[in-house]
């Protein structure tokens, strides 16, 4: 009985009830990406790679596209991603259904909100 409780407290405080991670599968855009016109796409996928594309404005051409690891420290609402060998962490605001708000704590930047595409 006594591993039974220690097990269950264990369990409960390495859940996070803020967030539902699963929810960050999926593709995430924000228009005006870095004081431009053009979008800036985020894709994540359950096998924790994650690819950042930048598409121009008026036509949604590809400019720039890049993919590496991602992974999430739940108790901390952090997301670190690693791309062209240096990883940034993202501090989680919001995540729901339609809406991802981070900042990036690596460069000390305001929060930027995504919108899920579709």
Wanted: net charge positive; glycine share 6%; aromatic share 10%.
């Amino acid at each position: 009985m006594k591993y039974l409780t220690t097990l269950i407290v264990l369990l409960v405080l390495n859940t996070d009830s803020n967030f539902d991670y699963k929810k960050l599968i999926g593709t995430w855009s924000r228009k005006s990406i870095a004081n431009t016109k053009d979008t800036g796409v985020f894709i994540f996928k359950s096998d924790s790679t994650a690819s950042f594309e930048v598409r121009k404005a008026n036509t949604d051409h590809l400019i720039a596209g890049m993919t590496g690891p991602y992974s999430i420290l739940k108790s901390k609402g952090i997301l670190k991603v690693t791309m062209l060998g240096k990883e940034k962490t993202f501090k989680i605001i919001k995540l729901s259904q339609d809406t991802l708000t981070f900042t990036n704590v690596t460069e000390n930047k305001e929060a930027q909100t995504f919108v899920r595409s579709k």
